[in-house]
């Protein structure tokens, strides 16, 4: 079951071919961080373009490393959403275009799904149940995860999800983009404490979020006449601890509530160290365990892609040929269902 991964939901441009017997066959990815750089955050027209101009490219670049044609994979999957229109407008057409030419099926992947199976592309996956904890740029989230396709919301956030909330709190603090990444760095050279933040909706009695307030409260302290930029390092590091503290009593909660003891983060904010150690601190006390994606697999990728739809058709989906394109900009992953209770295939 040889598929080919394409993801170009935001600001990644990815590829991938994944055998579900041999596994990982080849990758390519290519990032526009510095593309965006000098706008500070992501321009939707110029990362369609980037897409359009990349993409081909970085298929042939996966099928030469195979020594592969097109006709010889099962199927092609790919991005269909969330995500930015026009970038998934981009790699919905690349992959149904391919698809209806060769004569296979292709498959919309729903982005968050791909995040959340990633980890079980590793050497020692977690096993069926478990919670899934997924903190991105966009998404915060926890999931009851029974199998491929067999998903329940167990919470959200209701407003900035947590990579968002880094972001903001980079730029507040005059720190470049990405902003997430530099504002963990930053954290890193500081320490808690120094600062009074909230940990909104710690004790909610439910697995929703919000760092909505968190981001204002940095927003009110860097804004006071005080404020001395040589603590910014402080500042950081107590905005990290508190998002940490949420992000852990929720996940913690979410297993609790359960009964389960695996617990998987994915997204692009479970690359940060911090994160982990405090989640497998956390996790260790309850005798569970956490599981995490490679940290190359933690930010966008074609390979979360492939892998994603090999384990849909794996399961008895059925996709119809390649030639209709079809994206959801917004698309809530609770709305998945196992392949086998769809109305549509």
Known sequence: MKVLGIESSCDETGVAIYDGEAGLLAQALHTQVDLHAIYGGVVPELASRDHIRLLPALVRQCLRACGLEVAALDALAYTAGPGLAGALLVGASVAEAMALAAGIPALPVHHLEGHMLSPLIADDPPAFPFVALLASGGHTQLMRVVDVGDYELLGETLDDAAGEAFDKVAKILGLGYPGGPQLAALAERGKPGGFKLPRPLIRSGDLDF????????????????????????????????????????????????????????????????????????????????????????????????????????????RPVAGGRIRVRPRWPLAELVRPGDRGES
């Open 210 to 317: 919000s760092f909505s307030g968190l981001k204002t409260a940095v927003l009110n302290v860097v804004s006071t006449p005080d404020w001395q930029a040589e603590r910014a390092a402080d500042l950081a590091a107590e905005f990290q601890q508190a998002v940490l503290d949420v992000l852990c009593a929720k996940a913690m909660a979410a297993l609790k509530q359960t009964g389960m003891r695996a617990l998987v983060a994915a997204g692009g904010v479970s690359a940060n160290r911090a994160l982990r150690a405090a989640l497998d601190a956390a996790a260790g006390l309850m005798g569970a365990r956490v599981y995490y994606p490679a940290q190359d697999l933690c930010a966008d990728n074609g390979v979360m892609i492939a892998f994603a739809g090999a384990q849909r058709l794996l399961r008895g989906e």
